[in-house]
Every structure is written in structure tokens, then in C-alpha cells.
């Protein structure tokens, strides 16, 4: 990549169960004005097409673990999402030297995430804009750390800059106007940054980044046929990103008992309650929180 | 039916995406002395077996939709869900001699229906019986006429005493232990007012009961291509229950523009945002609030 960002993408239905994405895209397809910028040309991608309007997460596989080099360089799968994944290799990628210079990847959770920012690597620029969002409404969040170095199975692993997005809380299959709004206002953030950084004139930056980084996932307890035994806690449910210090609740079983965090060590929850997340065994992920330094 | 309850069934999974009904019927299942009362039986149903896992709400068709008099009677009719609530009707029915007393079908919604009570039939027993609900908790609604008449095609309507449960918000596929445990709480409740009704004890019913008569729907604006052009409002999301006057936004567009609500007649919004209903054309139900002379 050359210093400057000539192509951004902004891809929308990832999962088409997540609504937002799907709908600003088509917004930005009505209006694309919206997206103009002087310094780079930027385009709107509909991921799983075959997807949308299904209600589904995906057809066969999902298209957001489909980008590992082995599967795009695989022409025995030939899964829809498969197929698509190696269509928007072509499209965006290949990974080596892609034709996108920032892919946004636009996508909601069932948990509270807030407006969460996931980087797609630590490259000091998306860190930079990362701490940049911060600045602009109090529920951005930056999280650190899932995976996308360049053999990671994400659609943004397809070029090193770029983001995803989550916002939540918000169920599958439905819009919600705040966080549809929060999303775009997201959106245009980043453009206006990439356009300011193309032109010399960066944009104010905080000397440090609040990040949550990745640790561990923990699964539901379940029983041996696989069934979860226990629910989050409600003192859990919805405190994405706030500390859970040794001998606070997580889960609540089905009969009533409670199950405590028992390290020592102060986490920081995020995609707590995640409805995609059940059948992987994920009932959240653990981060820990982090002051970096930006310059 | 004879004046004395012999048989009660719970049913859960009517909507295998509706994780709360599931799980308590399993509960159930694995404690049945929780269901023991002494006047009558009480059975457990897990009604869209086959769905169950998929995450969807139904396979083929929906089963909350396959109980009409017609369908159960066409044998041409060789969906899942068809050849289910035929057996359902087997084992709960027919309407004209239910070998079911009582059924309490358990659903949740994407939308605030905080914890609702949708009685079968306007039947003086499941109106005394929702006033008593009512009692119990401050979030507990009445809402009335989705129709269970004979011909109905709901399963509930196969025996005119009993109710269906509609608690929200919560995404689908996801568990929520505060709603798990409300409507847990409102199933023993109900059995415990049943046990006391046949025993010639009534729980004391308040003299008035509140509640939310069904009016109609209003679908989402949508353009030639029947795509949605707005979102509920953020005024109006979650506001379930909540009076809306002439003149309170209802929905924005994409664009941002605001559409109010014109009538004069101020009404009562219910299945705000339900996801199941953009592809009927739902994007709420309003209601009228009555107060209803129980004795």
C-alpha cells in the first residue's frame, strides 16, 4: 500500500440478519453523494447477497470465516458463501496486494457493544483513527484483538486497514434508528479522517487509546448432550465493557444457582449474550483493558 | 368442558427461535414437581420439535398459523408444520372436544411487550384469570383480540381457556434470565390460581381488568419494490403500552425525515419492532386501552 487510501469499501451483509449494514448501504446507494470525498473513491459492497431477505446468519457457512488463505486458494468448497468469499477476494483482495485500501465492515450484535470499533490489525493508522472515534460520542468502544492478521478467515482481513463495526444491543432481523444513525455518523467519521490524512491535515488525535483486548472466550456450562445448563446473570446482561472482579456473578442456571468469576485477575466482558455466538460455545469474551500509546 | 380443570399443558418452542419457552419446558421436564398441583395435570409440550436448534421460527410454514380449521382438515397439506399441528391436534384437541383443559403457550418478542398476557378467548375464566396477573407484577399487560375463536389458526385455539405468553424485549435465539424467571413466575402463578379455582377457593381478582384491545396493524413504509423505507421512530421504540397522540413521530426514514401519527384517536402501540413481522407487513399493532368489568 502507498501512503495514500485511493479506495475505500464499505461492505454491508456480512450476515444479512444484522439489518443496519444492509440498510445504510442501500442508503449509500441512493445517495452516494454521501460517500464523496476529494481524496479517494469510496464503495459500497453487499457481502452475502444470496443471504439477504432469509433472516439467516448465512446459507451454508459463515462468509466472515470463509477468507483463511488456504480456503480462498481451495477450489473444492464451493459452499454459496465460498464462492462468494473467493468473488470478493477478486473484488477487494487478494491479500497480497488488494485493490481496497480500508474496508469498513459493517455489523450489530445482540449484546450491548455499544458502537464498538474491532481494527482489523494494530497498524498505527486504524489505531489512530480508533482513538479519534473515541473523541466523538461516549459509547465507542475499541476492541483489540480478534484475529486478522493476514491468514485470518474475516471478509477485512483482505487488506490491513480498515475496521469492523458493532453495534448492539439490537436483535437480528430488526433496525433500530439510534444505532442505525450512531452507525453512519461512524461512517462519515472515518471518511472525513481518511480524507483529512490523505491531505496532510490530520485531524486531532488523542496522545492515548482506551482499548479492550481480546483474551479468552468462556462457553455456557453445559450439560453432555451440549445443553446449556445456565443463562447470563442478570447483573451480567448488558455490562459489556465494565470491570468483573473476582466473585461477581456471570451465569444463573435454569434451577436458580448463580456462578461466580473466580480469577483474581479484574476482565473486561464484551459480546456478552451474543445469539451467533451460542452454537460456537461463546457466552463471552474476556478483555482486558488497555491504555496505548498512539504516538 | 366440564366447570373443573383436569389438564393444563405448557407448550413451549411453538417458535424455536424463542429460546424462552424451550428452555422452561425443559426445566420442567427435568423438575416436574414443580408443575404438581393437586386438582389437576399438568403436561408439558414441545411443539415445533423439528425446528428446534435451527434457530428459525419455523421450517416451512408457520405453526402459529397451521390451526385453522381448513388446514387441519386438509390432508394435502405435508409441511412439517402442517403434519405437526395435525398431531397436536391429536394430542391437545379437537377444538370441539379438547382433551386439553388449559394451554399456556409460551412466545417472546423483539419488541417491549414487557409481560404479556394474550388470553385465548374472551371467556370470563381467562379474564379473571389475566386480572389476577396483573396483580402480581407491574409489568404485566392484557393484551386481547388477536382472534381464537373456533376457527383460528393459532395453536392456543385448540381449547378456548388459556393464554399465550409474550415477553420482550429480547433478541431471538438468545436467553435472558430476568424474563426466563418472569415467566416462570407467571406460569406457577397461573397453576396456582387454576388449583385454586377447582378447589372452590378463588385468589381475589381485582373488579376491573386493563387491558389492551387489538384495533389493526400498520405496516412500514416501503417503496415499489416493497423494501422498507423507514424505521420506528426513537421515540416511539420500546414504548409498547405507551399512549400515542396526533402528531408523535412513528417512524424516520432513512433520510431522516420524521412521519407522525395522524389520527385523532390516541392509541396504544404493541409489537413495536417485532422481527417476525417485517415480512407480514407489521411494523406495529396499535390497540385501544378498555377497562373491563370483571363480575
Redesign the interface.
Known sequence: MSNQICVVTIVGSTHPNELIGY?LV??FE??PELLQRDSFKCETVLANIKGIGT???YLDRDLNRCFGNEDLANLKLTSYEDIRAKQLNTLLGPKDRPKSDFIIDLHSS?ANMALSILPTTKHPFNLKLAAYLTTLHPAVRVLLGVDCTQNAPRLRSLTPLGCAIEVG??????????L??QTEMIVHSILNYIDAENKGKSLPVPSTLTAYQSLFSIDYPRDSSN??QA????QL?GQDYEPLYKGDPIF?T???EKIDYESESTVYPAFV????Y??QGVAMTLTQKEEIEIW
Chains 1, 2 share one sequence.
Not at 169 to 178: E, Q, S, T, Y
Not at 231 to 234: A, D, R, S, T
Not at 273 to 276: S, T
Open positions: 440498510h442501500k442508503k441512493q445517495f433472516g439467516l446468519r445482540t444491543p439490537i436483535a437480528n432481523n430488526v433496525l433500530n434508528a439510534d442505525f444513525m445443553e446449556i443463562m447470563i446473570h442478570p446482561q444463573l435454569f434451577s436458580g449474550n451474543e445469539a451467533a451460542y452454537s
